[in-house]
């Protein structure tokens, strides 16, 4: 064998190794996971000051859908405004859509001084396939130094989660 031919052959066999590794991108098989998750809050009449914290759980079911403590920490978050949104940490990235009709959310507010401090809140989890569930409870809450703890149960907002998903399909 002459030399020529040996580094033909020997180019031959680096080429079928290397094509025999790639491989086609493959879509995941199952149902689509939750992805990421936040929380915005809607600051009523009534702000919360720079010394306060807001210690967020949010479940579905028995499942931990994600959490943040210390929200807001050393920020007062003023009258009449929406907060930019507050991303969990800690996502169930084994939570499907089918576990989140309903979930349940924690609020803890801690201060230092005398804040109380009014507000509702929107939840908003994404999922791998670009599905957004949203849950908003829409009326005031009040919380205290005294009365510093809530927890809700939220269904999901049909037409908002509808309408969010006809947009991303259309994109």
């Known amino acids: 064998m002459t030399r020529h031919m040996v580094m033909i052959l020997a180019a031959s066999l680096f080429v079928v190794c290397v094509a025999s590794s790639v491989q086609a991108h493959v879509k995941p098989q199952g149902p689509p996971t939750l992805s990421q998750g936040y929380i915005v809050f809607h600051v009523k009449d009534d702000d919360k000051d720079k010394d306060s914290t807001e210690t967020i759980s949010v479940l579905a079911g028995q499942y931990r859908i994600g959490n943040k403590d210390n929200a807001g920490s050393g920020i007062r978050w003023p009258d009449q405004t929406d907060i930019t949104p507050i991303y969990f940490d800690n996502i169930d990235?084994?939570?499907?859509?089918?576990?989140?009709?309903?979930?349940?959310?924690d609020i803890n507010h801690s201060t230092v001084g005398n804040d109380n401090f009014k507000f509702a809140f929107t939840v908003v989890?994404?999922?791998?396939?670009?599905?957004?569930?949203?849950?908003e409870h829409?009326?005031?809450?009040?919380?205290t130094k005294n009365d510093g703890h809530g927890s809700w149960d939220v269904k999901k907002s049909q037409l908002r989660a509808a309408k969010l998903w006809r947009q991303t399909r259309t994109k």
Do not use: A, N
């Open 125 to 135: 989890l994404i999922f791998t396939d670009g599905t957004t569930f949203t849950y």
């Open 93 to 105: 990235k084994g939570i499907e859509p089918s576990d989140c009709d309903q979930i349940h959310v």
């Open 138 to 143: 829409p009326d005031t809450i009040t919380q």
